[in-house]
């Protein structure tokens, strides 16, 4: 079940009346966003609550910074924040340093639990509450507990603790740095002019009959890119329009035609329109299981933003090309490229162009081909 539709359990309070460290370095130790315990320290000396969003991003794995000009100059880092909890099956989210929180920003993790669901623990290294956790929790189930080994089960969401020395963070490796070049991201440069519908539109499942299919991913390349598309970005609609490109060899275009109701029922479905028939047709795209929670994030990120457009928006096409070479994930590139370290782009699709403009310029001119 999807965490935006499960209700949220009570608020688990843990009262670490000595501030003793085993309860901190037990939270810590939880902390696995993989499988979707997140345990948030927030950063000292802030009281924003945009600070407080930006510090969950970095929890996340991903950069707190959100790249594009929004409305009134406000990056929406709380509608991103929960965008991405809300794709988690499971979650659970520990909060260090509660009592330092203040008013506002205790409002905001409270309507981060009520909007997703997800389980809550606030932990407050001090005798006694302070007057915003304790007007903030008033009216909220809630339950409370000073005992280490209760308050390790919220940690770990009732799941053993680990035991033993924990691994170290590792170096990244030299394949972990490396490009990785992708066919499948050759048109995402392109020349169409593809069009979304203005009216009532049933896309039929696609058949590839106009182009060829992107090559299929191995498991240690779909593994790879997904870490490499969560770090390096926290914006959902730029990732998860990376993610389908890679996946369909869409053009940017292409990607403007899809709104937040052509996703299909738990993200296993994604239409795009072409009304005019200039690439596939309206045609529905099957989405397997690694690339859903990045357009299930990216869903609620519309919703929770107002917006129609799931995938991008017009003024978008430079920052999906920079989150691309963020990642370090790049079309096929001439034997020579033009500069050095840098991606050249269009080179498939201007290879594509000059080939017809040659058979043009011969006797007895083809009609355009349909991709």
Same mark, same amino acid.
């Given at each position: #079940?999807? !965490? ?10 843990? #009262? ?17 966003? !993989?499988?979707?315990?997140? &345990?948030? =320290? ?22 707190? *910074? ?13 509608? !991103? /924040? ?42 407050? =290294?001090?005798?006694?509450?302070? &007057? ?29 603790? !680990? &035991? ?15 490009? #990785? ?59 998860? /329009? ?27 479905? *994604? ?25 299930? /994030? ?5 919703? *929770? ?67």
């Amino acid at each position: #079940m999807n !965490a935006a539709h499960r209700a949220a359990p009570p608020v688990a309070l843990v #009262m670490d009346r000595y501030d003793d460290v085993a309860h901190t370095h037990a939270a810590l130790a939880a902390h696995d966003p !993989a499988v979707g315990r997140i &345990t948030l =320290h927030p950063g000292p000396g802030t009281t924003s609550d945009t600070a407080l969003a930006h510090d969950l991003l970095a929890a996340l794995g991903k950069p707190p *910074l959100l790249p594009g000009r929004f409305p009134a100059g406000r990056q929406p880092a709380w509608e !991103a /924040a929960t965008a991405w909890i809300a794709a988690l099956p499971a979650a659970r989210l520990t909060v260090l340093r509660a009592h330092r929180l203040t008013t506002r920003r205790l409002e905001c993790l409270l309507h981060l639990r009520d909007t997703t669901g997800i389980p809550l623990t606030l932990v407050c =290294h001090r005798p006694h509450l302070t &007057t915003a956790l304790h007007r903030a929790l008033h009216p909220v189930p809630h339950t409370v507990t000073s005992d280490l080994d209760t308050a390790r089960s919220h940690y770990y969401d009732g799941t053993p603790a !680990a &035991t033993g020395p924990q691994p170290l963070a590792q170096t990244p490796t030299a394949s972990a740095v490396r490009w #990785m070049t992708i066919p499948a991201l050759d048109r995402l440069v392109s020349y169409d002019s593809t069009q979304p519908c203005t009216g009532p539109c049933t896309p039929a499942p696609i058949d590839w009959r106009h182009r060829p299919p992107p090559r299929p991913l191995t498991e240690a390349a779909v593994r790879e890119i997904t870490r490499r598309i969560h770090q390096a970005t926290a914006h959902p609609r730029l990732a998860a /329009a990376l993610a389908t490109t890679l996946l369909t060899r869409a053009s940017f275009q292409q990607l403007l035609t899809v709104r937040a109701e052509d996703l299909g029922p738990d993200a296993a479905t *994604l239409a795009f329109h072409d009304p005019a028939r200039y690439t596939d047709g309206c045609a529905v795209h099957p989405i397997p299981a690694w690339a859903r929670p990045f357009l299930r /994030a990216a869903a609620s990120f519309a919703a *929770l933003t107002d917006s129609r457009e799931l995938l991008a928006r017009q003024d978008e096409r430079p920052h999906i090309l920079r989150l691309a070479e963020n990642a370090r994930v790049r079309p096929t590139q001439p034997p020579q490229p033009a500069r050095a370290g840098g991606v050249v782009w269009d080179w498939a699709e201007r290879g594509q162009a000059e080939r017809y403009e040659t058979l043009l310029s011969r006797p007895g001119k083809p009609s355009r081909p349909r991709r």
